[in-house]
């Protein structure tokens, strides 16, 4: 079966909005690519615990809106745990039947980078909260939490920063 997928979608990072147009190939597989700048947020410094952060207000992220509708919000932040820097972070989405796919492979080409450094590959580990949670922009979510490998007090938590990484984005069907 032959698909046309023609997807359009903002970012949303603190108020500032990205545009791009998807277009993608016909085949037996829909596929996707970002025209846009690459998309950073800055982590905040949140309480290292036992257990995962919970998302709070002062988290990074953003929102993606899709052309039909669809959305994806993200939050994140770095935390210090067991001598290292953790990101921790939570999305959702609600749409269309193929917006977890996009989202899924949105997350699995973003990176965390340090001072133009990357330091972790793919945030497909974060926590995938219900639909419901994004009417109040995943605050109160559960987070997952991996480590950087870097050592704790290396670098300021601030300049942990999440990457949305431009480029074909594929979809089997």
Same mark, same amino acid.
């Given at each position: 079966?032959?698909?046309?997928?023609?997807?359009?979608?903002?970012?949303?990072?603190? *108020?500032?909005?990205?545009?791009?147009?998807?277009?993608?190939?016909?085949?037996?597989?829909?596929?996707?690519?970002?025209? /846009?700048?690459?998309?950073?947020? /800055?982590?905040?410094?949140?309480?290292?615990?036992?257990?995962?952060?919970?998302? /709070?207000?002062?988290?990074?992220?953003?929102?993606?809106?899709?052309?039909?509708?669809?959305?994806?919000?993200?939050?994140?932040?770095?935390?210090?745990?067991?001598?290292?820097?953790?990101?921790?972070?939570?999305?959702?989405?609600?749409?269309?039947?193929?917006?977890?796919?996009?989202?899924?492979?949105?997350?699995?080409?973003?990176?965390?980078?340090?001072?133009?450094?990357?330091?972790?590959?793919?945030?497909?580990?974060?926590?995938?909260?219900?639909?419901?949670?994004?009417?109040?922009?995943?605050?109160?979510?559960? /987070?997952?939490?991996?480590?950087?490998?870097?050592?704790?007090?290396?670098?300021?938590?601030?300049?942990?920063?999440?990457?949305?990484?431009? *480029?074909?984005?594929?979809?089997?069907?």
């Amino acid at each position: 079966m032959l698909f046309k997928v023609i997807t359009r979608f903002s970012v949303v990072l603190l *108020g500032l909005a990205l545009t791009a147009c998807l277009p993608a190939d016909t085949g037996t597989q829909s596929s996707a690519s970002t025209d /846009t700048m690459t998309g950073a947020q /800055t982590a905040t410094r949140a309480s290292a615990a036992s257990s995962n952060p919970v998302v /709070t207000a002062s988290f990074g992220g953003g929102q993606i809106n899709w052309e039909d509708d669809s959305t994806m919000i993200y939050r994140f932040t770095a935390i210090e745990r067991d001598d290292k820097i953790f990101v921790c972070g939570a999305y959702a989405g609600s749409g269309s039947s193929l917006n977890p796919a996009f989202n899924n492979q949105l997350l699995r080409r973003s990176t965390v980078t340090v001072n133009g450094e990357t330091v972790l590959r793919s945030l497909a580990y974060f926590y995938s909260a219900s639909a419901d949670m994004a009417d109040s922009l995943l605050v109160g979510s559960e /987070t997952r939490c991996r480590s950087t490998s870097l050592a704790a007090g290396s670098v300021p938590l601030e300049e942990v920063q999440v990457e949305l990484r431009q *480029g074909r984005v594929t979809i089997r069907t």
